[in-house]
C-alpha cells in the first residue's frame, strides 16, 4: 500500500481482524475473464488488490435483474455458468473457501484464508422455489429479490407506484428462512422491505445502502427501516458509490461517507455497520457504454474519492478513525458485524411454525 498514507496502527488493525467487503459483481468479470482464456484471474488478478485492501471475504454477485455488456443476468443457464467459472477458480487454489456453513464463518473470522460467498441481486432467473433449493445446492446463500425494479416477487425501489411483495416473492422469503439463507433488503421499494422484513424471523442485511436523511436517493435507507434494522440484529453495508453519497455526487468523500456511518450508528448503534462498497472498477468498461446508451453523465458512477477500488478501502478506514470510531467498533464495522450476521442465519434453528 505504498500509493497511500494509512497509518501503520489502522493497517495493524486491518490485519487483525477479519475484513469483508459483502458486495461485490466482479464474479461476472471471473466469468469473462474465463470465457478469454484467463481461468485463474480470481487468484491473478482480483487476489493482489484484495490483499492490499486486507479483505478476506468477500460476497460475490452470481447473477441477478440487469446486464453487464451483452451478459443478461437473469439467465438461470448463464447464473449456472458463472457459478460454476467462480467455484472452479475457489477450489483451484487451498487458501480460497467458499462460505456456505457456519464453521466456514469461522474460519474466515479467525482470517485463515480467503472466504467468498455467492449472492443473486435480483430473482428473474427463479421461477420457482425448486429452482432456489438447487441454486442452494449450488452454493448460492444470499438473496436480493429484485433489482429496482418489478419481478414476480418484489417492486423495486424505481417503480413509480410501488407496491410490495406478490404471493410469490413471500413464498421466496419464507424458503429462504427455511433454508438458512441471508436475505437482502437492498434495491426494494420500501413497501417491499417492509413486507420482506415482516415474514423473515432472523437478522435482515442491507449490502450496499447509505442514510436518505443524508443523501435523498431513492436506494438509501430512511430513519425508520435503519432503526428496524438496527432492533434485529440487522446489518447494513455502506455503498462508495458517489450518487448515494450526496445529493451533488461530487462531493463524495471518504469523510461524508463518515457521516452516514455516524448518522446509522446514531439510529442503530455501530453494530449494524458493515462495508458493501459496490465496487465496479473491474468492468467499467460495460458501465461506461451503459452511461452512454442512456444518456447519462460519465461521472455518475464515480466511487467515493481516494477509496475508488478494493486495493484503497483503507482510505475510507482511516475516514472512520478519524471520526472517532473506536477499534472494537471499527472492527465490527471492517466485518465482525456481518460474520456475526452470516454465522447467526447459516446456524438458526428450523424456523417457528
Ligand atoms: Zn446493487
Known amino acids: 500500500m505504498n500509493d497511500i498514507d494509512i497509518?501503520?496502527?489502522?493497517?495493524?488493525?486491518?490485519?487483525?481482524?477479519?475484513?469483508?467487503?459483502?458486495?461485490?459483481?466482479?464474479?461476472?468479470?471471473?466469468?469473462?475473464?474465463?470465457?478469454?482464456?484467463?481461468?485463474?484471474a480470481l487468484f491473478a488478478e482480483h487476489l493482489p488488490l484484495l490483499r492490499r485492501g486486507g479483505v478476506n471475504a468477500e460476497v460475490l454477485t452470481v447473477g441477478g435483474d440487469f446486464e453487464i455488456g451483452t451478459l443478461e443476468l437473469w439467465d438461470l443457464r448463464l447464473v449456472l455458468r458463472i457459478i460454476d467459472a467462480t467455484r472452479r477458480q475457489i477450489d483451484a487454489h487451498g487458501e480460497f473457501h467458499l462460505m456456505l456453513e457456519g464453521e466456514d464463518i469461522d474460519r474466515a473470522a479467525a482470517r485463515d484464508g480467503m472466504h467468498f460467498m455467492f449472492a443473486l441481486e435480483g430473482i428473474r432467473c427463479v421461477e420457482d422455489v425448486a429452482?432456489?433449493?438447487?441454486?442452494?445446492?449450488?452454493?448460492?446463500?444470499?438473496?436480493?429479490?429484485?433489482?429496482?425494479?418489478?419481478?414476480?416477487?418484489?417492486?423495486?425501489?424505481a417503480e413509480p407506484k410501488p407496491g410490495g411483495l406478490s404471493n410469490f416473492g413471500r413464498e421466496?422469503?419464507?424458503?429462504?428462512?427455511?433454508?438458512?439463507?441471508?436475505?437482502?433488503?437492498?434495491?426494494?421499494?420500501?413497501?417491499?422491505?417492509?413486507?420482506?422484513?415482516?415474514?423473515?424471523?432472523?437478522?435482515?442485511?442491507?449490502?450496499?445502502?447509505?442514510?436518505?436523511a443524508l443523501c435523498g436517493h431513492r436506494r438509501n435507507l430512511t430513519d425508520e427501516q435503519i432503526r428496524m434494522i438496527g432492533e434485529r440484529g440487522g446489518v447494513i453495508g455502506l455503498n462508495f458509490l458517489g450518487m448515494?453519497?450526496?445529493?451533488?455526487?461530487?462531493?463524495?468523500?471518504?469523510?461524508?461517507?463518515?457521516?452516514?456511518?455516524?448518522?446509522?450508528?446514531?439510529?442503530?448503534?455501530?453494530?449494524?455497520?458493515?462495508?458493501?462498497?459496490?465496487?465496479?472498477?473491474?468492468?467499467?468498461?460495460?458501465?461506461?457504454?451503459?452511461?452512454?446508451r442512456d444518456d447519462?453523465?460519465?461521472?455518475?458512477?464515480?466511487?467515493?474519492?481516494?477509496?475508488?477500488?478494493?486495493?484503497?478501502?483503507?482510505?475510507?478506514?482511516?475516514?472512520?478513525?478519524?471520526?472517532g470510531f473506536s477499534d472494537e467498533h471499527l472492527a465490527g464495522i471492517l466485518g465482525g458485524n456481518a460474520l456475526r450476521l452470516y454465522r447467526t442465519v447459516f446456524t438458526a434453528s428450523a424456523p417457528q411454525t
Open 7 to 40: 497509518p501503520q496502527s489502522l493497517l495493524e488493525l486491518l490485519a487483525a481482524h477479519p475484513v469483508a467487503d459483502v458486495h461485490s459483481d466482479y464474479a461476472i468479470q471471473l466469468y469473462r475473464a474465463a470465457q478469454e482464456g484467463r481461468d485463474d
Open 296 to 323: 447519462l453523465p460519465t461521472d455518475l458512477l464515480n466511487f467515493v474519492t481516494g477509496a475508488e477500488d478494493v486495493a484503497h478501502l483503507p482510505v475510507f478506514i482511516d475516514a472512520l478513525a478519524r471520526r
Open 172 to 212: 421466496i422469503v419464507r424458503e429462504l428462512r427455511a433454508l438458512n439463507m441471508v436475505l437482502d433488503l437492498v434495491h426494494l421499494s420500501d413497501p417491499s422491505f417492509f413486507d420482506a422484513i415482516d415474514l423473515y424471523d432472523l437478522p435482515p442485511m442491507v449490502s450496499h445502502s447509505n442514510a436518505r
Open 244 to 292: 448515494f453519497i450526496d445529493d451533488d455526487r461530487t462531493k463524495a468523500t471518504p469523510d461524508r461517507l463518515a457521516d452516514h456511518a455516524e448518522h446509522i450508528a446514531g439510529i442503530a448503534g455501530s453494530e449494524c455497520l458493515a462495508l458493501g462498497p459496490d465496487y465496479a472498477d473491474y468492468y467499467m468498461d460495460a458501465m461506461q457504454q451503459w452511461l452512454l
Open 131 to 157: 429452482t432456489l433449493r438447487a441454486l442452494h445446492a449450488a452454493g448460492l446463500r444470499s438473496v436480493i429479490l429484485t433489482h429496482n425494479e418489478r419481478n414476480l416477487a418484489a417492486d423495486g425501489c
